[in-house]
Nanobody, 121 residues
């Protein structure tokens, strides 16, 4: 059974930084994509960033390019999302997800419980 546990959310001022972590367990993730999505109040869940576990290829939605960086740990199966230059419009619940190819429109099959990120102006 795949488990994804996010941490690192919180309240930050506009222009600040946060780093989210996602601890993944329950299977080997070689060949998988691990991704981050977010959902703001009243909006649909949207793709933010992803990394392929084996090759380390990264993908980003346009609105976070140059500000967010997705990376992965080794033996601990941890995925990170470093978020810099945060804006109020980045406020959302952030979800870690595994599987699929969300950068190509195929949604993941596994989801974490989410962590709240709030950016104050």
């Amino acid at each position: 059974q795949v488990q994804l546990v996010e941490s690192g959310g919180g309240l930050v001022q506009s222009g600040g930084s946060l780093r989210l972590s996602c601890a993944a367990s329950g299977r080997t993730f070689s060949g998988y994509g691990l991704s981050w999505f977010r959902q703001a109040p009243g909006k649909e869940r949207e793709f933010v960033a992803a990394i392929t576990w084996t090759s380390g290829n990264t993908y980003y939605t346009d609105s976070v390019k140059g500000r967010f960086t997705v990376s992965r740990g080794g033996a601990k199966n941890t995925v990170y999302l470093q978020m810099n230059s945060l804006k109020p419009e980045d406020t959302a619940v952030y979800y870690c997800a595994a599987g699929g190819t969300p950068w190509a429109g195929v949604l993941p099959g596994y989801w974490g419980q989410g962590t709240q990120v709030t950016v104050s102006s």
